[in-house]
């Protein structure tokens, strides 16, 4: 799923910022300021087009999010399509990067990232309805912008089948209400336990919602990140349900 952030230029915020203390207020004022919450859930899907940098490799990217889970993103390397975290509703698969082959997620990751599927269009979006919990830690300044700090609780997932916690920190800009920095425990692989940092800017609108086009992921502390600049956004999209079908070895 991508996550909404956006600058906008609204009289009164200056006042908002001061009197908003509460989790409840810092999040409606977000969903407000980003489309409202009627027009985010007229939103069924999303397909963007990018430009994705990673170890200094620029490549174009395409993904695509349905509300009902579906989802795919497909980057281009060398002239050859590389599809990565491809859903089709029942089967999470990829592409191997060194095989070329396509390979099924195991059990726990598909089962985990069935858990993210309500997150769709926004975790924030009616989220005492999926379980979650929202808590307002405080103010904290990061690279010179006050913020909201808020903590979000989803359900567990399951991590070498034993139960753990996903929680994520959401760093809300003071006086536009959006996030500008999520921060979350990495689980699994080679950096697990450090913190992965993602941050979000170039605010920008499409048919009355706001995406961020700019989003850059690295691990806190570590050299290297990961740039997505997004070139254009298609809301509601036609999608043909042959790109989700995990092809043939």
Do not use: C
Not at 46 to 60: C, D, H, Q, V, W
Not at 84 to 110: C, H, K, R, Y
Not at 154 to 175: H, L, Q, R, V
Not at 212 to 238: C, D, H, M, R, Y
Request: aromatic letters at 10%; hydrophobic letters at 35%.
């Amino acid at each position: 799923m991508i996550i909404k952030v956006f600058l906008l230029f609204i009289a009164g915020f200056s006042y908002l910022s001061i009197h908003a203390q509460t989790a409840d207020e810092i999040i409606s004022k977000y969903i407000e300021n980003t489309g409202g919450s009627s027009n985010w859930e007229k939103l069924n899907g999303f397909k963007y087009s990018a430009r994705i940098n990673t170890l200094g490799l620029e490549m174009p990217l395409e993904v695509i999010q349905l509300r009902d889970g579906r989802q795919m993103s497909s980057a281009i390397f060398q002239g050859r399509e590389i599809k990565q975290g491809v859903f089709d509703g029942n089967t999470l698969w990829n592409i191997n990067v060194m095989t070329m082959a396509p390979e099924t997620s195991d059990l726990e990751t598909t089962e985990n990232f069935k858990l993210n599927i309500n997150d769709f269009p926004d975790p924030f979006i009616n989220y005492r309805t999926k379980g979650y919990k929202v808590e307002l830690m405080g103010r904290e300044t990061i690279e010179g912008t006050e913020t909201f700090k808020l903590k979000l609780s989803k359900e567990p997932i399951m991590i070498d089948g034993e139960k753990t916690e996903d929680i994520s920190n959401y760093y809300f800009d003071a006086d536009y209400f959006v996030p500008i920095l999520i921060e979350s425990e990495i689980k699994t692989g080679p950096a697990k336990g450090m913190i992965q940092q993602t941050r979000l800017s170039d605010y920008q609108e499409v048919s009355g919602l706001y995406f961020a086009f700019s989003t850059e992921v690295a691990v806190k502390g570590q050299p290297g990140n990961q740039t997505i600049t997004i070139q254009s956004i298609e809301l509601n999209p036609t999608i043909d349900d042959a790109i989700f079908k995990m092809p043939s070895k």
